[in-house]
């Protein structure tokens, strides 16, 4: 077996603390922009309803929460999605940075009614947008809407879309 030399081995201890250096900068990044490498799985959750349907949703109401949304899902129940809320409508962009699920996005306005639906590729950073100023982006697996016959105009109900009580 050889022997290292002081200088392989130094160099050696060098690689080592560069390559944690770069982990150490990567999971600092992450951290700063509010988005860490676990999925968010302890968030509020909503029923909703699309017609006999039930949907079961992680809120996401924060900016960090939003940012993360089912960032790092490997996988979603039957009827899990996430329901997104923004302070107030504006044209909605997603994408699928760091998610492994294929996604369907309902773009949904005040009153529950489904804007446009946009189908996206896992890991894929293409953006996808409401075509028109939501408040609210319900994230379901792909193909969940589309195997009930659920599209634009379909109206959700549940506690965000009920009018207020006078």
């Not at 949304?69 to 699928?96: H, I, T, Y």
């Not at 609210?136 to 599209?151: D, K, N, P, S, T």
Request: charged content about 20%.
């Amino acid at each position: 077996m050889p022997r290292a030399t002081p200088s392989s081995s130094w160099r050696r201890v060098q690689r080592r603390g560069l390559v944690a250096a770069a982990a150490a900068w990567a999971v600092a990044s992450a951290c700063a922009q509010g988005v860490a490498e676990a999925p968010q799985r302890d968030l509020p959750r909503v029923t909703l309803r699309a017609g006999m349907h039930l949907i079961h949703a992680q809120v996401a109401a924060t900016h960090a929460q939003r940012a993360t949304g089912l960032m790092w899902r490997r996988e979603l129940g039957p009827n899990e999605g996430m329901l997104f809320v923004f302070e107030a409508p504006a044209v909605q962009c997603f994408w699928m940075k760091n998610t492994y699920v294929p996604l369907t996005a309902a773009f949904v306005a005040d009153d529950g009614r489904i804007v446009n639906l946009a189908d996206m590729r896992p890991l894929d950073e293409t953006s996808h947008c409401s075509n028109e100023p939501v408040r609210y982006v319900l994230e379901m697996a792909q193909g969940w809407f589309r195997q009930r016959g659920i599209g634009p105009g379909f109206r959700l109900a549940g506690p965000p879309f009920q009018a207020p009580q006078r």
